[in-house]
């Protein structure tokens, strides 16, 4: 519908007071069933292949995607602006070549960063500010070629890098999909110290014994 059918809608549906009186989390899908008919859109600006989006001002060949703002080559987004080339972010600003990153604005080649800004090249980062060529970073600020928060030789650090990509990569491949998120970094290894924990008391020895 058009901002104008949507007023005018909305002027003349209206839900019955008696239903309003028993309103609850239970109820609810019962109570606005009389006015929930239609979902509003607003594209506006120069437009072309935007398929299942909607909400679009100045974009170009986005698919399934809501609320972008003069982006263009993206699919699964929600809120871009001024970025291209993105693949399930959320609310990214001045951004390009990203995959499921979050929060942030101007970065490039990330994939799973959140609240971060200005950093290219990052993989698994949050809150994070200038960082080029880093990976599993957080609250960390003009690093390079950092793994963890602290940097390394360049050449150390690709190897890994390399490791990590291929990894993922045959992830995807194998199962298409791939577990590990910027958001269970945490829980994950927490759950395999705690695994490590308990084997090694199974087999009757001590972490500190064992290193």
Known sequence: MTEEEILLVGKNLTIDKEKL?????????????????FCGAENCG???NNIDSEINISCQNFYKSILNVQCRFGAFNFHGLESEYLFGTYTLRRSSF???CYLSENLTRCFEVDSSRSCADA?????CENVREGMFCFNAKNLNYAIGNVELPKEDYLRVKRKVLDEIVNALERDGTYGLNVFNLVERKRAKTEKIDHDLVAYGVSRDSSQ
Not at 27 to 37: I, L, M, R, S
Request: hydrophobic share 45%; aromatic share 14%.
């Open 21 to 37: 009186a028993g309103f609850s989390l239970k109820t609810v899908g019962e109570v606005v069933n009389d006015v929930a008919f």
């Open 46 to 48: 120069v437009l072309k």
């Open 98 to 100: 990203c995959i499921r």
């Open 123 to 127: 993989y698994f980062c949050h809150n």
